[in-house]
């Protein structure tokens, strides 16, 4: 190929080849699809905001809890609380804490006293108590002798600040059952730093009176919000959750279109429960801490113990904002073209199954489909002169023609034409034309009929006999009044073309005595196939009409092909 041609090759398009089919109840079909994809495709953008492009939320949390509480404290007698004394003492982030329950152990000093049974261990002499002993549960360090814990129970001694907390079940009801009338004001500062856009949920139109006099029952949007109501909303009960304590959750979505039209960026909350919920079928249930109260009494230090339940709420802030960004619609509308391909496929389906109309479908399915054969794939046909039928068998180039497995047995089918045309020949007695030289040397063992010569390339290593020992082909007097007799060639080739070069080179004589032994011993042969000829029978075609420079082209097998 020259440099030309090359370049004019590189200098080419190629299309895809399409069938229009005119029909108006597949051209409705094809409307009516594309429509719905239009459709689900728009409905897509507008409902998700496809053509946004979206900025997660930065954001800051306090909270405010307000309110005061009469408190009946065992041996104590009332007591108020306000929000000093039940929020805790730290502020966590993203959180605060409620008391609602709470355990009291007064006047505790430094000292020596018996442990509690739950806690320490039972003894009855000295000798089972160990100086220095402690774990996790105790509330001191062993003393080493054994004390009487009350009238029935002796237990060891322990250093440890004294008297040693008893109570372990929080009192029922809640100490604090109150604080479900207790106030919150939650202060929530939010960022969307890719459109620098700031926001508070206490909004720019809230006043001071209007916060005052705010209630979440009939405004969604007040940051102030009752305990109780935060309680019941996440589908709780609050005086059954006061006794032992929980974990509350307040969400805050912010879901915000920045775009200048449709422009909406509110607060919404919401409110569940984030701990196990079923205090009496788990362990530790609840929420509970301790803390302590210290004081001087004569120049001694006391304390007093609170072991505290109580209800914290974690405050959390999450949502999006969205803003038009022509790249997002252009890459959206890109990733939906695919869809159309959906019309399609089920248009095709539609023509390829018997659903359409099942005639037109394969008149359809026909022009659209164009059936090749894979040409690496070469069939080759083999005819045997003991055997009636034909076989095909797959071409290899690894394994002689006559080893290869056979894929199908055929009926050979006669080519009457040349049948015809051969029984109109005026015959002479058939007798021998040329000696037919047995083969020179040894034939290979591959070979049933003696006439064959072994081959550097298997394809061609075929004998005219399939398995017993007999006759060759090559040696029947047919065979060369059919394949060998230059006048009956000569009269062929110019019955093929009337002004075809009279004498004949020998390669046009190969050709066409090869045409004779296929139509001869294979007839026709099945369609996409190959006739092979048997080794025995090329040798003698190419010995009766030899090239010039002993060279002879290709193999025995196509027989258009030079041989
Ligand atoms: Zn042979
Ligand atoms: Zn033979």
């Given amino acids: 190929m020259g440099a030309d041609s090359k370049l004019l090759a590189l200098c080419s398009y190629e ?3 399409l069938v229009r089919i005119h029909s108006v109840r597949l051209g409705t079909l094809k409307w009516t699809l594309n429509a719905t994809v239009l459709l689900f495709i728009c409905l897509l953008l507008l409902w998700n905001r496809k053509y946004q492009q979206f900025d997660q939320v930065v954001s800051s949390v306090t909270a405010k809890v307000k309110g005061v509480a009469l408190m009946q404290l065992p041996g104590q007698g009332a007591v108020i609380w306000d929000e000093a004394d039940y929020t805790g003492s730290s502020q966590d982030k993203n959180s605060f804490f409620v008391i609602t329950n709470v355990i009291v152990t007064k006047n ?55 008297p040693i907390e008893v109570k372990k079940k929080p009192p029922r009801p809640a100490l604090l059952a109150s604080a479900e009338k207790f106030t919150v004001l939650i202060k929530n500062n939010i960022r969307f730093p890719a459109f620098n856009f700031i926001r508070r949920n206490i909004l720019p139109n809230m006043t001071e009176s209007y916060l005052r006099r705010c209630q979440r029952a009939h405004d969604s949007l007040c940051p102030i919000f009752m305990l109780g109501d935060i309680v019941g909303r996440a589908g709780e009960n609050f005086s059954t959750m006061a006794v032992e304590g929980g974990v509350i959750g307040i969400q805050i979505k912010w879901d915000c279109n920045l775009d200048r039209l449709t422009r909406h960026c509110l607060p919404a909350y919401s409110f569940r429960r984030l701990d196990q919920k079923e205090s009496n079928k788990t362990l530790y249930p609840g929420f509970n801490f301790r803390f302590a109260k210290y004081n001087t009494v004569d120049g001694v230090e006391e304390r007093t113990l609170y072991k505290a339940f109580g209800i914290r709420f974690d405050i959390l802030v999450f949502g999006q904002a969205g803003k038009f960004s022509f790249i997002q619609l252009i890459i959206y509308i890109g990733s939906t073209l695919s869809y159309y391909a959906l019309t399609t496929v089920l248009m095709d389906w539609l023509i390829g199954t018997s659903c359409y109309a099942a005639e037109e479908g394969q008149n359809y399915s026909e022009r659209k489909v164009e059936s090749v054969p894979d040409k690496k794939e070469c069939i080759l046909c083999v005819s045997y002169v003991d ?8 071409m290899s180039h690894k394994k002689r023609l006559q080893d290869v497995k056979t894929i199908s047995v055929q009926p050979r089918q006669e080519n009457i034409g040349h049948m015809t045309a051969t029984l109109c020949l005026p015959l002479d007695p058939l007798t021998s034309l040329t000696a037919f030289s047995k083969a020179r040397s040894r034939p290979p063992s591959w070979c049933k009929c003696g006439g064959c010569s072994a081959s550097p390339l298997p394809p061609e290593e075929l004998c005219c006999r399939r398995s017993s020992e007999g006759a060759c082909v090559a040696a029947s007097p047919l065979f060369e009044k059919l394949s060998l007799y230059r006048p009956l060639l000569e009269a062929l080739l110019l019955y093929q073309d009337p002004l075809t070069r009279m004498p004949p080179g020998a390669a046009a004589l190969r050709r066409c005595a090869y045409r004779q032994y296929v139509a001869w011993r294979l007839g026709v042969p099945p369609a996409d196939t190959h006739p092979a000829i048997p080794r025995c029978c090329v040798t003698r075609i190419r010995e009766a009409f030899p090239s010039v420079d002993g060279r002879y082209g290709g193999l025995a097998l196509p027989s258009e092909a030079e041989m």
């Fill in 15 to 17: 299309t895809t080849k």
């Fill in 108 to 162: 505790q000093k430094q000292g020596r006293c018996p442990e509690h049974p739950s806690s320490g261990r039972l003894c009855r002499r000295h000798e089972d108590c160990e100086r220095g002993a402690w774990d996790p549960h105790s509330h001191g360090i062993q003393t080493g002798s054994c004390v009487k814990f009350d009238a029935l129970t002796r237990t060891c001694e322990v250093a440890a600040w004294c």
């Fill in 387 to 394: 055997e009636d039928d034909v076989r095909l068998v797959k």
